[in-house]
């Protein structure tokens, strides 16, 4: 089943909170991953308001999505909160998984190791 069920989403605000606070955390140049270890998935794409307007907040939402799917069953369970920066709305694919591999290998969340 997709990560983007409604089962798999991360809509709690003390959620939000607890693994802004004590989650683990890596920079990007077109995003900001945070993350903290659980048994199921659940996932959030978030995009302020400096990223841009609805419809660029939307797309850069929607780019991120479409990445982590490609990886969903690589990476471990735990709860992610994927934020865009404004830069994740003109940065090309190739950039866009350059950022999220290393985002991923940094933060040591794929299942194994040796598969990249």
Not at 59 to 65: G, M, P, Y
Not at 77 to 100: C, H, M, P, W
Request: glycine content about 4%.
């Amino acid at each position: 089943m997709s990560c983007l069920s409604k089962k798999h989403r991360l809509n709690n605000s003390k959620d939000f909170n607890q693994i802004y606070k004590s989650g683990k955390k890596w920079h990007t140049a077109s995003f900001v991953a945070f993350f903290t270890p659980g048994e199921k998935l659940q996932i959030a794409f978030v995009a302020s308001k400096k990223v841009g307007n609805a419809v660029q907040r939307a797309r850069a939402k929607r780019r991120l999505r479409a990445l982590y799917l490609n990886y969903e069953n690589k990476v471990q369970t735990g709860k992610y909160i994927i934020v865009a920066k404004n830069s994740a709305i003109n940065r090309g694919s190739k950039e866009l998984q350059k950022d999220f591999l290393f985002a991923i290998k940094k933060l040591q969340l794929f299942k194994n190791e040796k598969t990249f």
